[in-house]
């Protein structure tokens, strides 16, 4: 912690410099009130000891001329009076607390810490105030648009909230699925409960089981502790599993198990524990293909695919698009201190004619963009990402062609792998990241169309 001791005595100022830099805080000293409001308006501390009574100016007046610029570390008092009502009427007036002179070391540390604590739970409370008022409302929470897809898939997530059967999001990458999930867990009697949200695809397949049911002490190298697991650690509220398509076919069993019985088992123990959580699971693959080619066991399937709630992509909602740059652009505004206030004509033009093959995430990314390097208050075509200032038209399948969506989805997914690992020498992790899919996904995606290189 940055803290600023004020005081006309050297001694003390020394004293207290080598008790709290012992204790690892970052110590400065000022001789008086004066000096410590021009030292504060240019290096802030996060702590003020300032004695009451000094010659230049007091205490009291530091503390009213300090809070009047708006400053807002913890100041407490130390005085040699115990009945001093100037100290009685510093706390009246916003300091935290007030330490009597002459005092002891552990005094000192003690009340530090106590001014520590509270500071960490004022921070944790904003941070929580904060992300309650970001997910208030389905606009706050990011899922933003009022065309008719959109309404009708929140209109059934909000009343199959209500009930806690397992739900299934699908989607194209980039479409919001997890806001989804957030928005069911949010609308659903288990608000207040915790929500878990893990990515089956990025996490080492050695890892995930325990990962996911937690592992006993000695369960296996390095497992020094018992461990919760996910599961355990959303007992009452809502487990988010992303990719499930991703899940490899031994935890497919295990999670089924989990799901039919209620309960889990850590690894390397040899008693269940009893859960009660509500799944909400996600994919971006063709789980029906997945089933048909036996990458996915029909049984979890069926269990997990109650209610489906599928995602459009933007594509489908360009009347969605408008609406969501402004938003993204309000958001950047917020979080860069920028003052953009409009997107121009022109650019937005471009914005609604894109087909967004990344959905949202690739729009929210391209406003981002555009929001940095803005130069005024209006977004211009100049800002925008070249993709979108000469979008490449693909060229329609002769008309006499095979016009199967499904084959020709497959043929496009087989020429953009080939070029990514074309362009990436081979490196299959690097080809993942530009293909945005996992490296699991693209493993099994090279195996299919026998892309081995």
């Not at 919760?228 to 999670?255: C, N, S, W, Y």
Request: glycine share 8%; charged share 25%.
């Amino acid at each position: 912690m940055k803290i600023l001791v004020v005081d006309d005595e050297p001694g003390l100022r020394h004293t207290l410099s080598v008790i709290l830099g012992g204790e690892g805080h970052d110590v400065s000293t000022a001789v008086d009130g004066a000096a410590a409001l021009a030292q504060l308006a240019t290096d802030p501390a996060e702590l003020v000891l300032c004695d009451l009574r000094m010659p230049a100016m007091d205490g009291l007046t530091f503390l009213e001329r300090y809070r009047a610029t708006g400053g807002s570390a913890l100041v407490i008092m130390m005085s040699a009076y115990l009945d001093d009502d100037a100290a009685i009427d510093a706390m009246g007036r916003g300091a935290y607390d007030h330490i009597p002179k002459p005092f002891r070391a552990d005094q000192v540390l003690l009340v530090v810490r106590k001014a520590m604590e509270r500071e960490r739970l004022r921070q944790q409370v904003e941070r929580l105030e904060g992300e309650l008022e970001a997910y208030r409302g389905d606009e706050a929470s990011g899922i933003v648009g009022r065309s008719e897809p959109l309404l009708q898939l929140l209109a059934v997530a909000r009343k199959v909230a209500r009930h806690p059967t397992t739900v299934l999001v699908t989607g194209e990458s980039g479409t919001g699925k997890e806001l989804v999930a957030r928005l069911v867990h949010r609308s659903s009697p288990r608000a207040d409960a915790p929500f878990v949200a893990v990515n089956c695809g990025a996490i080492p397949e050695a890892l995930l089981e325990s990962e996911l049911f937690g592992h006993a002490k000695g369960a296996f190298t390095g497992a020094t502790a018992e461990r919760r697991g996910l599961f355990e650690e959303a007992h009452g509220g809502t487990l988010f599993l992303d990719e499930i398509g991703e899940l490899p076919p031994a935890l497919q069993v295990k999670l089924l198990r989990a799901l039919q019985e209620g309960e889990v088992r850590r690894v390397g123990d040899n008693a269940s524990r009893a859960v009660d959580v509500r799944v909400i699971a996600a994919t971006s693959r063709d789980l029906e293909a997945e089933v048909a080619a036996g990458r996915f066991r029909s049984d979890l399937y069926y269990r997990i695919n109650v209610v489906r709630l599928h995602l459009p992509p933007l594509r489908e909602r360009r009347a969605d698009v408008a609406e969501l740059a402004t938003h993204f652009v309000a958001a950047c505004n917020r979080r860069f201190n920028t003052s953009v206030r409009a997107i121009a004509p022109a650019a937005m033009r471009l914005l609604m004619e894109y087909p967004w093959p990344g959905n949202v995430r690739e729009l929210e990314n391209a406003i981002e963009r555009a929001v940095v390097l803005a130069e005024g208050p209006e977004l211009g075509v100049d800002q925008l990402p070249a993709a979108l200032r000469t979008p490449a038209a693909a060229p329609l399948p002769p008309a006499d062609a095979d016009l199967s969506v499904k084959r020709q989805t497959e043929r496009l997914e087989r020429d953009l792998i080939r070029r990514a690992l074309e362009r990436t020498s081979g490196n299959r992790t690097r080809a993942a990241q530009l293909l945005e899919l996992s490296h699991r996904a693209l493993l099994y995606k090279i195996k299919e169309f026998g892309l081995g290189v």
